[in-house]
């Protein structure tokens, strides 16, 4: 309805324009004529002129309103599908956002576990071995605490029959023989050096 408004309006403004511009400026000039004449325009101006402006109008709409008005409906058909293709994108892109956000948690969360599950690990495997090396050290400080003993024991073995030997020797030297004092100091120095 609007378009047929501002069409009846450029097309009245015309005729209008052609009508003014078919009259004789020579009809003016000369006040002698009829001035009904002078008023009207030229009929036949008029008609020359419209049939012209009705071809020219014709030919603008053929070889130049039609074409230029394809080239803007291609144009606009070409940016609704660009911005058409530029929300897919973009909502691919968004998905595409979140899915990797949500595999960034995931293993954030995958690593923080496998760290606290090593972390365990570590402390379970250190507790195994402080254990095991505890177990370690008390049965080798028992059997070193055994073979002491035992070297205790062989040692007192060992000075008992020593002693009884070096006693017997003593004894056999002291029957054999009257002792007398300096007899007795020797005797007694032998037995203390074959102590050490």
Known sequence: MKKIKNIFKISSLLIILLSISSCNINDYLNLSEDIASKIFPNV??????????VVMVILITVFAYKPIKKYIQKRKELLENEVKEAKTKNEEAKKNLLSSQKEIAETHEKASKIIESAIKEGNERKEEIINEASKQAETKIREADEIIEKNKEDARKDIKNELSNVAIDLSTKILEREINDDDNKKLIDDFVSKMK
Request: charged share 10%; proline share 0%.
């Open 44 to 53: 036949w101006d008029f008609l020359v002129q419209f049939l012209a402006f």
